[in-house]
């Protein structure tokens, strides 16, 4: 079946300007995530989405950072004002079940590149 | 907090020569642990987890993982390796507990299997 899909995979923006990065994850998954892995980090958590729970926003890194997940199935992640400090991969995934143990499925990720 | 560290940033082995990537872990709770493929820009691939039971965990691709508790480690392990290995290899960590499904990744190792 479709694995989690995201969109654009590639995005060049410049200093200043708002970005939308789209996820779609895999039919029937209720939970979604988003990280970010930064050149030579490992992944850094940003958000959590399960079913019409409120979302953990915890690792959004500013208030730069916002997300929703429309009808529990598709999420975009949008950021506003980009600094070249927002370059990096960012990485949706998804679950069947909330929670561990469950195995979390990735997307080929987005490159963020602010100039 | 839960951490994960994967002391090497690189791994060399000839092909065909037996293959370890270490991970150790800190978590309070019971450890659920994760082993990911990342291939050059393409998302994460999912190789195997340890739940609860055998200590040894089989997975994906002739991977397998060993448990040590005792040692707080999850090291990867394939007795033979392939040139296809080639790849950047993250640990991850989760618990019981609240905000279980937040996934804590270390840094990654990669791997190059030198034909």
């Known amino acids: 079946g479709a694995g989690v899909s995201q969109s654009p995979s590639n995005k060049v923006t410049e200093k200043g300007k708002d970005v939308e990065l789209r996820c779609d994850p895999i039919?029937?998954?209720?939970?979604l995530y988003w990280y970010r892995q930064s050149l030579g980090q490992g992944l850094e958590f940003l958000i959590y989405?399960?079913?019409?729970?409120?979302?953990?926003k915890s690792g959004l890194p500013s208030d730069r950072f916002s997300a929703e997940r429309t009808g529990g199935s598709v999420s975009t992640l949008t950021i506003q004002r980009t600094q070249q400090e927002d370059s990096a991969v960012y990485l949706c995934?998804?679950?069947?079940?909330?929670?561990?143990?469950?195995?979390?499925?990735f997307g080929p990720g987005t490159r963020l590149t602010v100039l | 907090a839960q951490s994960v560290a994967q002391p090497e940033d690189q791994v060399n082995v000839a092909e065909g020569n037996p293959l370890t990537v270490k991970c150790t872990y800190s978590?309070?709770?019971?450890?659920?642990l994760f082993w990911y493929v990342q291939y050059p820009n393409r998302g994460l691939q999912f190789l195997l987890k340890?739940?609860?039971?055998?200590?040894l965990v089989k997975g994906s691709y002739g991977f397998e993982a060993e448990f040590n508790k005792s040692q707080t480690s999850f090291h990867l392990k394939k007795p033979s390796a392939l040139v296809s290995d080639s790849a950047l290899y993250f640990c991850?960590?989760?618990?019981?507990?609240?905000?279980?499904?937040?996934?804590?990744f270390g840094k990654g190792t990669k791997l190059s299997v030198i034909p």
């Open positions: 995934a998804s679950s069947s079940l909330a929670g561990a143990p469950d195995t979390q499925y």
């Open positions: 039919s029937g998954h209720t939970a």
């Open positions: 989405f399960q079913g019409n729970s409120a979302p953990d």
């Open positions: 978590v309070s709770g019971n450890p659920y």
């Open positions: 340890y739940i609860t039971g055998d200590n």
């Open positions: 991850a960590v989760s618990s019981t507990g609240a905000g279980s499904y937040q996934l804590t």
